[in-house]
């Protein structure tokens, strides 16, 4: 008899990747059925405007061409509903599947055609004419709200979050520092674009969706309600996804439309969206601009922080209302004590593209906030960056720390972290001292180099359940059946890594399904950091009943106790030696077989905290700017499998560094966009992105779970541009320079020549 | 409407007889006519490297590509790397490096540095930065695909 082998904690191989590697992925556009029509969308190329005549005679005329539908084919069909925040006040700003009357965007669905084949379907869709009167379109979310309809305006609602008496802050401050700060407009961008394939199965009366990623069962019971069928005779299917961060899998227009196309035409419905319509179409997200002001006493310490902010929502509210503003007006805190708080976001519509959540929603928008504030104060009171947060920071005492705030439906209490202590290391593994003298010294020597630091505080593990059952199948197979999703994150891996160590089994043998609409009748899906948490646990729960039952039964067939009895590699075994059983033989001699399921409940999300370092220099003649080093400092409370996490935060960096010095989506004054192609927008490759160090700590379990899990998806992106903007200034050697992201080359030839000016 | 041509696609040693328009992409002709879907369409203007195959022993970008111009060359693709069970010695460096997440642009790197590997086996660390620059992974931050490719360079360099 060996002891079990222990998984959770190991950087085992992973699960996924095999087929991934082979060419034997399933992504959405691998996905076909036999007579399947393919569906191209005809979009507005107009931001504003009064539609006055959509005429598809051209098109429909072309052979291999079906059917072409407006809005007045799908009247029937409702706008696209909430999935977090959603206010009463922003219903009248959801999006309609097709545009009526109106169009708001450049790529705005308007009409679609159903044809044999992708290349006639584009063929047709550039036959379909589109009248447009356009309008004056409304690019800017701090000019004044316009007109939405006749009764509403283009400011649907107002995010407020306080506590404590913020006018005595400032009445009492010894100082007080200020900034116009804005970050750019960019988003998740994943390599595979979307895609969606609806079939009806008329002999079962079955509406399938492949293609679904994310949200699954949230997004069945939504497609139901909007088709007007029972949740039952709708079902969506997972495959491989290629990338989420934030964006893909909300329910989008194209979703509806194929599902409605298959029950009408009886017909595979088969969409897969090109990448110029990705960057107009699917979501965008981050662009804010905050007037922000910190009251500070003599020393330094923050008496209080009032906000005021502009979120740039698009031309719609989506599936997310209003997660973004809300999340970044509850998160900028952070970490630090801050003992009076105001922020208003005011939620204004423009005419582009419309927006939802990316990788650290509103998150990387507050900190890049709050750490521009600390390192302003650190300068108006003269000690270093450093010294000032250290000053600031919520001590380890205070644990756990109710912020006063409410987010997602939940009261924000800081579970568990030290702070300082992760300062402390972070610093360490950045040989800061040596860094910042020899900074110094190249300073002096005329070159452009800084380091800067920022610090964070992430959500994740959002409740409010997760059910999984396991079941150990006659041959003795062990499945987990989740209604989480996996956008290429690892999770088979990790619930595998877990389910094998509570139930005493190997993880490689363990099949993990998720996505899957038919295989369980609940779940809540994958974001906000909260599969390994919130699926994690539940994991844990339903594998150890599992293990109890087969133990207490093979108690019976061994006659022996259970407490006599262990289960190790899928075997029943006597401890201390003797007779085993199979797993596989305990599930066939019982009945109804060996299966169990449990449910994990949580009101309130964990909370990982990071530190980020970076050191850069910048080239006064390009504008250009080049990372020499980066460290990030993750407290995870416990990593299930550390090579993936790393592999979380490294890619976080990347998307960071994209939203901090290249990404945009720009636009022109009347509405176009000017960033359609990836030769526009730039998104960081191999030569961008430095290579990095990674510290995982554990100093902070959650005592919210008994593993002590929290997520670790969002604390690579968080505060880079953040600490990239404090590096950046250090190296310019004026404090405050950055106010916006990202700081592209010709942002900062712009500032370095203000400064020569 | 569009005629068609008759061609045959020699893909990873094994003919393929199909007709194609002249503007069908061989891209799309690989996944769509010869039914090999590992080859991925990332944006289809020849930036993002997704759809990277080995024609005539140059990686090249299949979207910008017709499949008409690939007629009697020699393709390979992410499909006819691991030889029976046995991986690639980039694919397994791939799983040994952590260097895919979501997976979704992992052909398009594995040709891409196959492709080169064998035409350059002694390039330089910073070459084979330059080469993998030219192609964009959205979930890793590429540490994982740059340690795989050296350490798969050394492998194939053993042979």
Request: one cysteine or more.
């Given at each position: 008899?060996?002891?079990?082998?222990?998984?959770?904690?190991?950087?085992?191989?992973r699960?996924?990747?095999?087929?991934?590697?082979?060419?034997?992925?399933?992504?959405?556009a691998?996905?076909?059925?036999?007579?399947q029509?393919?569906?191209?969308?005809v979009?507005?190329?107009?931001?504003?405007?009064?539609?006055?005549?959509?005429?598809?005679?051209?098109?429909?005329?072309?052979?291999?061409v079906?059917?072409?539908?407006?809005?007045?084919?799908?009247?029937?069909i409702?706008?696209?509903?909430?999935?977090?925040?959603?206010?009463?006040?922003?219903?009248?700003?959801?999006?309609?599947?097709?545009?009526?009357?109106?169009?708001?965007?450049?790529?705005?669905?308007?009409?679609?055609?159903?044809?044999?084949?992708q290349?006639?379907?584009?063929?047709?869709?550039?036959?379909?004419?589109?009248?447009?009167?356009?309008?004056?379109?409304?690019?800017?979310?701090?000019?004044?709200?316009?007109?939405?309809t006749?009764d509403?305006?283009?400011?649907?609602?107002?995010?407020?979050?306080?506590?404590?008496?913020?006018?005595?802050?400032?009445?009492?401050?010894?100082?007080?520092?200020?900034?116009?700060?804005?970050i750019?407009?960019?988003?998740?961008?994943?390599m595979?674009?979307r895609?969606a394939?609806?079939r009806?199965?008329q002999?079962?009366d079955?509406?399938?969706?492949?293609?679904?990623?994310k949200?699954?069962?949230?997004?069945?019971?939504?497609?139901?309600?909007?088709?007007?069928?029972?949740?039952?005779?709708?079902?969506l299917?997972?495959?491989?996804?290629?990338?989420?961060?934030?964006?893909?899998?909300?329910?989008?227009?194209?979703?509806?439309?194929?599902?409605?196309?298959?029950?009408?035409?009886?017909?595979?419905?088969?969409?897969?969206?090109?990448?110029?319509?990705?960057?107009?179409?699917?979501?965008?997200?981050?662009?804010?601009?905050?007037?922000?002001?910190?009251?500070?006493?003599?020393?330094?310490?923050?008496?209080?922080?009032?906000?005021?902010?502009?979120h740039?929502?698009?031309?719609?509210?989506?599936?997310?209302?209003?997660?973004?503003p809300?999340?970044?007006?509850?998160?900028?805190p952070?970490?630090?004590?801050?003992?009076?708080y105001?922020?208003?976001?005011?939620?204004?519509?423009?005419?582009?593209?419309?927006?939802?959540t990316?990788?650290?929603?509103?998150?990387?928008?507050?900190?890049f906030?709050?750490?521009?504030?600390?390192?302003?104060?650190?300068?108006?009171?003269?000690?270093?960056?450093?010294e000032?947060?250290?000053?600031?920071?919520?001590?380890?005492?205070?644990?756990?720390?109710?912020?006063?705030?409410?987010?997602?439906?939940?009261?924000?209490?800081?579970d568990?972290?030290?702070?300082?202590?992760?300062?402390?290391?972070?610093?360490?593994?950045?040989d800061?001292?040596?860094?910042?003298?020899?900074?110094?010294?190249r300073?002096a020597?005329?070159?452009?180099v800084?380091?800067?630091?920022?610090?964070?505080?992430?959500k994740?593990?959002?409740?409010?359940?997760?059910?999984?059952r396991v079941?150990?199948?006659?041959?003795?197979?062990?499945?987990?059946?989740?209604?989480v999703?996996?956008?290429?994150?690892?999770?088979?891996?990790?619930?595998a890594?877990?389910?094998?160590?509570?139930l005493?089994?190997?993880?490689?043998?363990?099949?993990?399904?998720?996505?899957?609409?038919?295989?369980?009748?609940?779940g809540?899906?994958?974001?906000?950091?909260?599969?390994?948490?919130m699926?994690?646990?539940?994991?844990r729960?339903?594998?150890?009943?599992?293990?109890?039952?087969?133990l207490?039964?093979?108690?019976?067939?061994?006659?022996?106790?259970?407490?006599?009895?262990?289960?190790?590699n899928?075997?029943?075994?006597?401890?201390?030696?003797?007779?085993?059983?199979?797993?596989?033989?305990v599930a066939?001699?019982?009945?109804?077989g060996?299966?169990?399921?449990?449910?994990?409940?949580?009101?309130h999300m964990?909370?990982?905290?990071g530190?980020?370092?970076?050191?850069?220099?910048?080239?006064a003649?390009?504008?250009?700017?080049?990372?020499?080093?980066y460290?990030?400092?993750?407290?995870?409370?416990?990593?299930v499998?550390?090579k993936?996490?790393?592999?979380q935060?490294?890619?976080?960096?990347?998307?960071?560094?994209?939203?901090?010095?290249?990404?945009?989506?720009?636009y022109?004054?009347?509405?176009?966009?000017l960033?359609?192609?990836?030769a526009?927008?730039?998104?960081?490759?191999a030569?961008?992105?430095?290579?990095?160090?990674?510290?995982?700590?554990?100093?902070?379990?959650?005592?919210?779970?008994?593993?002590?899990?929290?997520g670790a998806?969002?604390?690579?992106?968080?505060?880079?541009?953040?600490?990239?903007?404090?590096?950046?200034?250090?190296?310019?050697?004026?404090?405050?320079?950055?106010?916006?992201l990202?700081?592209?080359?010709?942002?900062?030839?712009?500032?370095l020549?203000?400064?020569?000016? | 409407?569009?005629?068609?041509?008759?061609?045959?696609?020699?893909?990873?040693g094994?003919?393929h007889?199909?007709?194609?328009?002249?503007?069908?992409?061989?891209?799309?002709?690989?996944?769509?006519?010869c039914?090999?879907?590992?080859?991925?369409?990332g944006?289809?203007?020849?930036i993002?490297?997704?759809?990277?195959?080995?024609?005539?022993?140059?990686p090249?970008?299949?979207?910008?590509?017709?499949?008409?111009?690939?007629?009697?060359?020699?393709?390979?693709t992410?499909?006819g790397?691991?030889k029976?069970?046995?991986?690639?010695?980039?694919?397994?460096?791939?799983?040994?490096?952590?260097?895919?997440?979501?997976?979704?642009?992992?052909?398009?790197?594995?040709?891409l540095?196959?492709?080169?590997?064998?035409?350059?086996?002694?390039i330089?660390?910073?070459?084979?930065?330059?080469?993998?620059?030219?192609?964009?992974?959205?979930?890793?931050?590429?540490?994982?695909?740059?340690k795989?490719?050296?350490?798969?360079?050394?492998?194939?360099?053993?042979?």
């Open positions: 008899m060996t002891a079990p082998a222990k998984f959770v904690g190991r950087s085992v191989p699960l996924e990747d095999r087929p991934l590697l082979t060419g034997q992925g399933r992504f959405a691998d996905i076909s059925f036999p007579g029509w393919t569906m191209r969308v979009r507005s190329s107009a931001a504003h405007g009064v539609i006055t005549s959509i005429d598809a005679s051209a098109a429909l005329a072309l052979p291999g079906h059917a072409v539908w407006t809005a007045a084919d799908v009247a029937h409702p706008p696209i509903p909430f999935r977090l925040t959603g206010l009463k006040a922003l219903e009248p700003y959801r999006q309609p599947v097709l545009a009526k009357d109106i169009v708001r965007y450049v790529g705005e669905p308007v009409a679609v055609v159903f044809a044999q084949d290349y006639v379907a584009e063929d047709a869709a550039d036959l379909v004419e589109i009248g447009i009167e356009q309008q004056q379109a409304l690019m800017h979310a701090t000019d004044e709200p316009g007109a939405y006749e509403l305006n283009t400011e649907p609602s107002v995010v407020r979050k306080s506590y404590g008496d913020i006018d005595a802050a400032f009445r009492n401050a010894h100082a007080v520092v200020a900034f116009e700060l804005s750019g407009r960019h988003t998740g961008v994943p595979e674009t895609g394939i609806a009806y199965d002999a079962r079955i509406l399938e969706m492949h293609g679904a990623a949200v699954p069962h949230w997004n069945r019971d939504a497609l139901a309600q909007m088709l007007g069928r029972t949740r039952d005779s709708v079902q299917y997972e495959g491989h996804v290629g990338g989420g961060f934030g964006i893909r899998g909300e329910i989008y227009p194209e979703d509806v439309l194929v599902c409605a196309a298959a029950l009408k035409f009886k017909k595979p419905i088969k969409w897969i969206e090109d990448r110029r319509e990705h960057l107009i179409a699917a979501n965008h997200s981050r662009q804010q601009q905050h007037k922000v002001r910190a009251a500070i006493d003599a020393q330094g310490h923050i008496l209080g922080i009032d906000d005021e902010f502009f740039d929502n698009g031309a719609y509210m989506r599936t997310h209302a209003a997660t973004v809300d999340l970044a007006a509850a998160m900028l952070g970490p630090y004590v801050v003992p009076a105001r922020a208003v976001g005011h939620i204004r519509l423009t005419n582009k593209t419309p927006c939802g990316y990788r650290a929603p509103g998150r990387y928008e507050s900190t906030v709050r750490e521009r504030l600390l390192d302003a104060i650190a300068a108006k009171v003269g000690v270093d960056k450093v000032i947060r250290r000053r600031n920071l919520i001590g380890k005492a205070a644990m756990p720390y109710t912020l006063g705030l409410e987010t997602l439906g939940t009261h924000i209490v800081y568990s972290g030290d702070y300082a202590k992760l300062l402390d290391k972070a610093l360490d593994a950045a800061w001292k040596n860094l910042w003298l020899q900074l110094l010294k300073r020597a005329g070159e452009k800084g380091c800067g630091v920022a610090m964070f505080v992430e994740s593990g959002l409740g409010p359940f997760d059910t999984v079941e150990v199948k006659a041959d003795g197979a062990v499945e987990v059946i989740t209604g999703a996996s956008i290429g994150q690892g999770v088979e891996t990790v619930v890594q877990i389910c094998a160590d509570a005493g089994v190997d993880y490689a043998g363990i099949r993990v399904i998720h996505g899957q609409t038919d295989r369980i009748d609940k809540m899906g994958a974001f906000a950091s909260r599969v390994t948490v699926c994690g646990e539940a994991t729960l339903a594998a150890t009943k599992l293990r109890d039952k087969a207490n039964h093979a108690a019976q067939l061994m006659q022996t106790k259970a407490d006599a009895l262990d289960i190790v899928g075997e029943v075994v006597r401890i201390g030696g003797g007779a085993s059983m199979p797993l596989g033989e066939r001699s019982l009945p109804d060996l299966s169990a399921e449990d449910t994990f409940e949580s009101a964990v909370y990982p905290y530190v980020h370092v970076a050191a850069v220099r910048v080239d003649e390009t504008g250009g700017v080049t990372i020499e080093r460290v990030m400092a993750y407290d995870i409370g416990k990593a499998n550390p993936l996490v790393e592999g935060i490294a890619g976080g960096l990347a998307q960071g560094i994209g939203g901090a010095l290249l990404e945009e989506f720009l022109d004054e009347a509405g176009e966009p960033s359609v192609t990836f526009d927008y730039l998104m960081p490759t030569r961008e992105v430095p290579e990095s160090t990674i510290l995982i700590t554990e100093d902070a379990p959650s005592p919210l779970n008994p593993l002590g899990l929290k998806g969002e604390g690579g992106a968080n505060p880079v541009g953040a600490v990239i903007a404090s590096a950046i200034d250090d190296a310019l050697g004026r404090p405050g320079a950055i106010t916006e990202p700081v592209t080359p010709q942002r900062l030839r712009t500032i020549n203000g400064a020569a000016g | 409407m569009n005629d068609k041509t008759n061609i045959t696609l020699t893909i990873n094994r003919d007889a199909i007709a194609v328009e002249p503007r069908r992409t061989l891209a799309d002709a690989i996944r769509e006519d039914g090999q879907t590992g080859t991925h369409i944006c289809e203007h020849g993002c490297g997704a759809c990277t195959v080995i024609v005539d022993g140059e090249v970008r299949s979207c910008l590509m017709f499949a008409v111009q690939a007629a009697g060359k020699t393709i390979r992410v499909e790397l691991a029976d069970d046995k991986l690639h010695p980039m694919q397994q460096a791939f799983m040994d490096h952590h260097g895919l997440q979501c997976g979704f642009c992992t052909p398009g790197f594995l040709m540095a196959v492709g080169v590997l064998e035409r350059e086996p002694d330089s660390d910073d070459d084979l930065l330059d080469v993998l620059s030219s192609s964009l992974c959205r979930c890793t931050g590429y540490q994982g695909i740059i795989a490719v050296r350490a798969a360079a050394i492998e194939m360099r053993g042979k």
